[in-house]
């Protein structure tokens, strides 16, 4: 067997982030402090909000928001089915009942079965921004009217638009800064909010529910970040833009190369969108001469890596099947995505050569 030589994510960080480390490790100060405190302040810009506040991983960030909003047992978070399980192991940790809306062609939730999901105990829209691309905000902000609460999970979508505006300003934004995604500290995660209130609750919450030096105010926990891990997110603020830009390059070239395949899907930006490109995923139909498996293996024969995100529906687990706090439903689009998604190699440290050889890869394998 061929390795591997084209791996479907690479972690490649720079000089400037090896001084940046340094300096906090020289520093003496390597817990959270200013490191943490100038990541918050970029990262807030990047999304536009009053608020952004780090915390130790996405997962985190999940729980910090429900729990700042007072979710718990008797209410129910509504989701997608077709998402990482840290986003459904965030709505079981605050006892509250997950709830599934199917999703669409985007791979985000479907907004036109969204009115239907809803019922008096719904007190979180949970939208993912799946692969990168937000989910439509305008119909989820406007089914999330009556006093229910938007939670995104920005995990896969840092500086990603729905109409000009960042994802993380509309609801409360949760982003993950593990190794992976678009940008990183090794682990880690950012919450974001324009409510003052909610701000103040979810700093005493990461910090063992202390408001002042042993002021406890609220039975918390240890959610923070160190600044050590800051520090190699910080310098990511300023290449973001470029990375983003690489990636969405990228994109187009696989789209351009890889067009008019019998029986492959490519990825469908929506009109008013903006995708960030964490992962670029096609689907591999019955019309294909392979079916998904079948391309991976042909791909990784040739060197090309590639990743199955997700390869079942979030709860189609026996753990979570059979869990009393998780509702399962039909949902006939996330099951056909699950069997069929593939994603190819897009992030930004390939090179032109790399591209071609995925393109010619994927059409040996696929092609008619
Ligand atoms: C990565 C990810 C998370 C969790 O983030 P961690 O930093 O790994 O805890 C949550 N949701 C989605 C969709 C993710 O991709």
């Given at each position: 067997m061929t390795d591997i030589d084209i791996p479907v994510s690479t972690v490649r960080l720079g000089a400037d982030v090896e001084e940046s480390v340094l300096a906090v490790i020289r520093s003496g100060?390597?817990?959270?402090?200013p490191v943490v405190a100038a990541l918050e302040a970029g990262f807030s810009r990047l999304c536009d909000v009053p608020h952004a506040l780090a915390v130790n991983s996405g997962t985190t960030a999940l729980v910090l928001a429900l729990q700042a909003l007072g979710v718990g047992p008797g209410d129910e978070v509504l989701t997608s089915?077709?998402?990482?399980a840290a986003t459904l192991n965030a709505i079981i940790e605050t006892g509250a009942t997950a709830t599934f809306v199917d999703i669409d062609d985007t791979y985000t939730v479907d907004p036109t079965l969204l009115a239907a999901a809803i019922?008096?105990?719904?007190?979180v829209i949970m939208p993912v921004h799946l692969y990168g691309q937000p989910a439509d905000m305008e119909a989820i902000t406007a089914a999330a009217a009556h006093g229910i609460a938007v939670v995104e999970d920005a995990a896969q979508a840092h500086g990603a638009r729905f109409a000009g505006r960042p994802v993380?300003?509309?609801?409360?934004g949760c982003f993950s800064l593990y190794a992976?995604?678009?940008?990183?500290?090794g682990e880690g995660g950012i919450v974001t909010t324009s409510d003052d209130e909610l701000a103040e609750r979810m700093r005493i919450l990461r910090n063992?529910?202390?408001?002042?030096?042993?002021?406890?105010v609220l039975a918390g926990h240890n959610y923070r970040l160190t600044d050590l891990q800051a520090a190699v997110a910080v310098p990511q603020l300023a290449t973001l833009a470029a990375q983003t830009e690489r990636r969405r390059a990228n994109a187009a070239r696989l789209s351009e190369g890889l067009a008019?395949?019998?029986g492959i899907i490519l990825p469908r930006t929506a009109p008013g969108r903006t995708h960030v490109w964490h992962q670029y995923t096609v689907r591999v139909t019955e019309?294909?001469?392979?079916?998904r498996d079948g391309l991976a293996a042909g791909l990784a024969e040739r060197g090309v890596g590639t990743g199955v995100y997700?390869?079942?529906?979030?709860?189609?687990?026996d753990c979570y099947r059979n869990h009393r706090a998780v509702r399962t439903a039909e949902v006939p689009n996330a099951a056909r995505a699950a069997r069929q998604v593939l994603s190819l190699p897009v992030h930004p440290h390939l090179t032109d050569d790399h591209l071609d050889r995925i393109i010619a890869a994927v059409k040996e394998v696929a092609g008619a």
């Open positions: 100060t390597i817990a959270q402090g089915p077709f998402t990482f019922n008096p105990n719904t007190r993380g300003s509309f609801g409360i992976t995604k678009n940008m990183t500290s063992q529910g202390m408001q002042q030096r042993y002021q406890y008019q395949l019998e019309a294909c001469r392979v079916d997700y390869p079942r529906v979030v709860f189609d687990y």
